[in-house]
Every structure is written in C-alpha cells, then in structure tokens.
C-alpha cells in the first residue's frame, strides 16, 4: 500500500509538472511573438541569421508545448512507452538549450558584429529599397536614434553626403522643415542605433534569462519524476 501511495503521488507529480510545463511552453511563444513583432523592424534591417532568434525561440515554445501534453497524455494512461518517449525528448530538449546557451555566450560578440553589419548595409541602399526604407525610418524614430554607431554615419552615405542630410526620421523634431539639415546633437539624434538596440536587448534579456531558468528547472523535475514513474509501472505496480 506504501508503494502503491508513493506511486500515485509520482503520476500526480508527473501530471501536474506536465501542467507547468504546458504552461511554459505558451510563456515561450508569447516570448517568441513579442520578440519578433517588438523587432519586427530591426529584422528588416538586419540578416537572416538574425531575425531567426525569435523564431526559434517560438518554436521551441510550440515543441515544448505538444511534448508536455504527449507527457500528461502518458501518465494518465501509464503507458510505458509513451512515459519514456516523454523522458528521452525532454532530455534531448535540455540539452539543446545547454548549447544554445553555450553557443549564445562564445557568439555573442558575432551577434553585434552581424547587427551592426545589417545596419550599414540598409543604410546604403536607403532609398532604394521602401520597405528597408521604411524599417529603417521606423527603428529611428522608436529607438530615437540615428544611423548605425551615431549621426555622423550618414555622412558616409553618398545621396546624404551631397547635401550634409540626414533622413528625417533622424530628427528631434520632425516638424521643423530643415531639422535634418546639416545635422547636429541639437537637432537630430546623437546616439547610433546600434547602440540603442544593445541597451534594449540587455533591458530584456533578464526577462528572457528568468524565464529560461525556470523552464530548465521544471525539464530537470520533469525528468526524475518520468523516469520514477517509468520504474514503478515497469516493475508492475498497479498505479491509479
């Protein structure tokens, strides 16, 4: 009777981990969603390399999300097979995210270098191209920045360096007819975009850290208690 009680309280403990887990994967394809509309125009301007950040983010979420209701699914049955399925996918979960994490540290440098690369690149074909035209107006004014490391990057650019402009959207004040005319500190925005996007990822990143910790938690519960349930039902103990 001891080990019948203990063995319900494990497929209790291994049902409700699958809630918890259910629940953090919907947490990663918020994070996901909120990721890739909150860069929706830094993407524009930057690589592909880039912009696949929130998306793998959301379909880590997705994966996570079907595997806990596959786990829910195998301890309300007490299916062996579908208990151990659970267990080894989780575990293989676990390990990817120590890599990515892994590889997110020793590349985070890259990372800058590839941004800040996608910047000059949609700075030079400003004009040419109206929906990079447009993602780099947009970055510009909700980041309030301009160009890629300060104003004085669009000096650089041929059609800007003509005429000493700066884009508009470059402007304190966009009102003011001549505002990006010979640009200055007090008449457009100082700070490079660049720099603005670093200091709104570190801002978020915390979010994104506590959020991964938990979820890495609950994958190391949810593992030890699959695998003592796993024992239990091998072992041939009837489990309510």
């Known amino acids: ?134 993602g780099v107006d947009e970055l510009q004014r909700d980041f309030a920045c301009c160009g890629a490391n300060n104003y004085t990057d669009w000096a650089t650019i041929e059609q800007f360096k003509v005429n000493n402009t700066v884009p508009r959207s470059c402007c304190r004040n966009a009102t003011v007819p001549s505002c990006n005319l010979r640009p200055s500190p007090a008449t457009v925005y100082e700070k490079g975009c660049l720099q603005s996007i670093e200091a709104w990822m570190k801002k978020n990143i915390l979010i994104v850290a506590a959020v991964a910790l938990g979820i890495a938690f609950f994958e190391i519960l949810g593992i030890i208690f699959a695998c003592c349930l796993m024992k239990g039902i091998r072992s041939g103990y009837e489990v309510m």
Do not use: H
């Open 1 to 134: 009777m001891a080990v019948e009680g203990g063995m319900k309280c494990v497929k209790f403990l291994v049902f409700i981990f699958n809630f918890i887990f259910w629940v953090c994967g919907v947490a990663l394809i918020a994070i996901g969603i909120y990721a890739q509309v909150a860069l929706d125009k830094t993407l524009v301007v930057s690589s592909a390399s880039a912009s696949s950040t929130p998306v793998a983010i959301l379909v880590l979420g997705i994966i996570i999300f079907f595997i806990s209701f596959f786990g829910c699914c195998g301890a309300w049955k007490e299916s062996y097979c579908m208990v151990t399925t659970f267990a080894v996918l989780l575990s293989i979960i676990f390990l990817v995210e120590i890599a990515a994490a892994i590889a997110g540290y020793v590349f985070k440098d890259k990372v800058r270098s590839v941004l800040e690369e996608g910047l000059w690149d949609a700075m030079r074909k400003y004009g040419e191209d109206k929906p990079l035209t447009e």
